[in-house]
Nanobody
Framework: QVQLVESGGGLVHPGGSLRLSCAAS????????WGWYRRAPGKQRELVATISSSGVTNYADSLKGRFTISRDNAKNTVDLQMNSLKPEDTAVYYC??????????WGQGTQVTVSS
């Protein structure tokens, strides 16, 4: 099992920044991809960004240039730096990891609200 705990969500004004962090514990030895997804009110969950164990990143096209995903191997964390936030970025953000031969794990989610 893998346990994921997200932190860093909150309320921010349009144009502001937030940094989300996800800490993994448990059976993390075979994780090959880390990612962030989000679910906005009334919408389906969607990809934000992923980063592989080799450091290859992938972003939703609409978020490129504003969001940056990064990993800290020593701390077993994955962060999401979000800049120039817009009201449409309001969502619950979920951390996700993919474990070889096992499947996917999800965090409990952290709320991000962008509002003036």
């Amino acid at each position: 099992q893998v346990q994921l705990v997200e932190s860093g969500g909150g309320l921010v004004h349009p144009g502001g920044s937030l940094r989300l962090s996800c800490a993994a514990s448990g059976s993390i030895f075979s994780i090959y991809r880390w990612g962030w997804y989000r679910r906005a009110p009334g919408k389906q969950r969607e990809l934000v960004a992923t980063i592989s164990s080799s450091g290859v990143t992938n972003y939703a096209d609409s978020l490129k240039g504003r969001f940056t995903i990064s990993r800290d191997n020593a701390k077993n964390t994955v962060d999401l730096q979000m800049n120039s936030l817009k009201p449409e970025d309001t969502a619950v953000y979920y951390c996700n990891v993919a474990r070889m031969g096992v499947g996917y794990y999800w965090g409990q989610g952290t709320q991000v609200t962008v509002s003036s």
